[in-house]
């Protein structure tokens, strides 16, 4: 499983574009790149997903150079209920179940 | 989209008691599940993967005998924390992969979690 390495906390304001870098080095062929949130005391949420280039949905949106070796959560404007943590995990696909192993995330801290 | 329930959301319980912990995919299937345990400030620790109609998969250092498993339908894991004491208070979280209709990709949707406290 690809390890990934993400800065242990950031801050930012409201309204503001946040951008959480992650990087996997050893990123395999199949490896796909997912994120989730976590608020305290709650299961983690799933935010966005990708294999390559950009991914976009309602609240984020994914960036991923040609090497794959590092990838970019995007939040735009954000607000204070987006303070959370935020964890980077690679997952490989395949058509079984693959086991996710979480990183120790990164602590996001959105002030007024 | 997927849901899947914990019950119950907070236990306390004596030292020496048994404590069960239930998860459910309410709205698909799942083959598989997994169970994470998390101290405060601290990441998601993957103790087992829970197979329906098998033997539970745990990581090392995790206990058997101690955290049972049992994955007894498509919709339903249970954790069971035998013999609890102090140092087994923390929150634990399951979670379950939807095949998401063909998209492929392992997304899991996880509990909201259930605090345990042991006295």
């Known amino acids: 499983l690809a390890k990934t390495t993400q800065p242990i906390s950031m801050d930012s304001y409201e309204g503001q574009e946040v951008n959480i870098t992650c990087s996997h080095n050893?990123?395999?062929?199949?490896?796909?790149i997912t994120w989730y949130q976590q608020f305290p005391s709650q299961g983690p949420r799933f935010i966005i997903q990708?294999?390559?280039t950009k991914v976009t949905n309602e609240v984020a949106s994914l960036f991923i150079p040609a090497d794959r070796k590092s990838s970019t959560l995007s939040l735009p404007r954000v607000s204070l209920s987006d303070t959370a943590v935020y964890y980077c995990l690679v997952v490989m696909f395949s058509g079984g179940y693959n086991k996710l192993i979480f990183g120790a995330g990164t602590r996001l801290a959105v002030h007024p | 989209g997927a849901v899947v329930s914990q019950h119950p959301s907070r236990v306390i319980c004596k030292s020496g008691t048994s404590v069960k912990i239930e998860c459910r995919s309410l709205d698909f299937q799942a083959t598989t599940m997994f169970w994470y345990r998390q101290f405060p400030k601290q990441s998601l620790m993957l103790m087992a993967t829970s197979n329906e109609g098998s033997k539970a998969t745990y990581e090392q250092g995790v206990e058997k005998d101690k955290f049972l498993i049992n994955h007894a339908s498509l919709t339903l894991s249970t954790l069971t924390v035998t013999s609890a004491h102090p140092e087994d208070s923390s929150f634990y979280i399951c979670?379950?992969?939807?095949?998401?209709?063909?998209?492929?990709?392992?997304?899991?949707?996880f509990g909201a979690g259930s605090r345990l406290t042991v006295l």
């Open positions: 050893n990123i395999a062929t199949n490896d796909y």
């Open positions: 990708g294999y390559k």
């Open positions: 979670s379950a992969s939807d095949s998401g209709g063909g998209s492929g990709a392992n997304v899991l949707t």
